[in-house]
């Protein structure tokens, strides 16, 4: 059974928590491929609202194994904090599996990206403070601790001195700041150990296996394609490789592997965080977006910045991730808009540009070029078919998807299962 995967098209948030959950009864393995707990996503179970960061939203079905793959970050703390969160709901964290080969995120990734954030000041990449950057830049640096030290005491407190050494340095005699001890590092890293060692696993081993055996397996990405290292709006960027690439160099199986690759992409588009935006509407249609989209971040809570669909980072994303459909969320926020507006190229220093410009400051400078559609008023949230769309909404959605050169297979119109409409199957929107 080959492999699917989910990524995003935008600077992340586009509810790639929705298309995982829909997908899911088809699924046996889910399997988290980047990032750490800088995504996040909003549970509903048992009447409580519980938000994951961290452990793939797969593990809300019995029947999933929910797979941490080495190219994520553990913060080993918040992931327990995780588990015991989901054992206080009634859902067993029992069927989590995390890779040996993950990097741990250290408490100086925390004290560092905290001074070196600041030190930036008006520069700052307004990071979610998690730890990510530094524990990428140690994973690269290989000075990095992974998941399997926890469980060799003796190298784990070897690691742990080397390159404290360094941190402690950097922190007190650059940025004046107190020094850590290691002492307490340990401690508390060889009580997560405990805890942790029965989830340790072989993980490439596991998910080739699984699809040996005919299993169904989701490799489920976080952030977005435009926040990606080398791909995205460097350096406004998260420290890891959303693109589909990394997701089989991360889960450790080839390409061959790959049938179906989903971008998920948000009616609008949204970032948080310092950068470029070319489409953010800074007027009343941003807010109305925001307002009505709930737009805020699940990590930090921070008021995302909000604009117009922009399909020349689409086109970019389809091109990257080779795409083989889309999966529209929240289409349901655009109700009651007159018209709305599409960005089909950009302006920049008198030329146009169909394709993602190729250097930072053309895309900064970049002025989009727009394309009006007819609005609609309806309230989309009861539709439970294409069929049940108004017009100027299929007509929305058939030229997103024309200028992306991708077929849409779903599009969502609320948080609820039921609120995700299939495209039948001879492809027509109504
Ligand atoms: P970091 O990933 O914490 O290093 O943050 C780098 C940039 O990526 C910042 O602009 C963050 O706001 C952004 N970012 C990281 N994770 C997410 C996410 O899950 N959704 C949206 N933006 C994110």
Redesign the pocket.
């Known amino acids: 059974m080959p492999a699917s995967i989910v990524v ?1 098209t935008q ?3 586009e509810g790639k928590g929705k298309a995982t959950d829909y997908l899911a009864d088809r699924m046996d393995l889910v399997v988290r491929y980047q ?2 707990n ?3 996503h909003t549970i509903l179970a048992e009447g409580r609202t519980l938000k994951l960061q961290l452990i793939p939203s797969g593990i809300l079905y019995p029947h999933i194994t929910s797979v941490i793959a080495d190219g994520v970050v553990v913060d080993p703390r918040v992931l327990l904090e995780e588990m015991d969160g989901l054992e206080a709901i009634g859902i067993d964290p029992s069927r989590l599996v995390v890779s040996g080969n993950c990097h741990m995120i250290m408490p100086y990734h925390l004290e560092v ?1 905290k001074v070196t954030e600041r030190f930036l000041g008006k520069n700052a ?6 730890g ?2 530094p524990a990428y830049g140690d994973k690269a640096a290989r000075i990095g601790l992974r998941i399997q030290d926890l469980f060799d005491e003796k190298i784990l407190r070897e690691k742990l001195d080397i390159v404290l050494k360094e941190k402690n340095l950097l922190l007190t005699r650059v940025y004046g700041r107190l020094p850590l001890a290691a002492g307490t590092i340990v401690d508390d890293y060889l009580r997560y150990a405990e805890r942790l060692r029965s989830h340790v696993a072989d993980t490439s081993k596991l998910i080739h296996e699984a699809l040996r055996e005919g299993r169904s397996v989701l490799l489920e990405g ?3 394609t435009m ?1 990606d290292l080398d791909k995205g709006t460097y350096p ?5 490789n959303p693109v589909t690439g990394y997701a089989l160099a991360s889960a450790g199986i080839g390409p061959r592997e790959v049938d179906r690759v989903i971008g998920i992409t948000k009616a609008y588009v ?6 470029p935006f070319p489409t953010e509407d800074h007027g009343p249609d941003g807010e109305r977006l925001g307002e009505r989209g709930k737009e805020f ?4 809570g ?1 008021k ?1 910045r909000c604009g117009w669909f922009d399909a020349v980072i689409l086109r970019y994303a389809a091109r990257l991730n080779g795409l083989s459909e889309l999966f529209v969320t929240k289409l349901d926020v655009l109700s009651g808009f007159r018209t709305l507006k599409v960005c089909t190229a950009y302006r920049a220093d008198g030329e146009t540009f169909d394709d993602f410009p190729p250097h930072q400051s053309l895309f900064h400078r970049a002025e989009p070029v727009y394309e009006e559609l007819e609005g609609w008023d309806e309230d989309l949230t009861q539709a439970r078919s294409f069929g049940d769309l108004p017009a100027a909404a299929r007509v929305y959605l058939d030229r997103i998807s024309e200028l992306a050169g991708v077929p849409i297979s779903v599009v969502s119109v609320g948080p609820d299962r039921e609120q995700s409409l299939a495209r039948d199957a001879a492809g027509a929107t109504g």
């Not at 971040?297 to 930090?300: A, D, F, H, R």
């Open positions: 995003g600077w992340g948030d990032g750490g800088n995504a996040g990206e990449l307004g990071t979610t403070k998690r990510i950057g976080a952030q977005g926040l406004f960027v998260t420290s890891s949204t970032r948080v965080g310092a950068g971040g699940t990590v930090t921070r995302r």
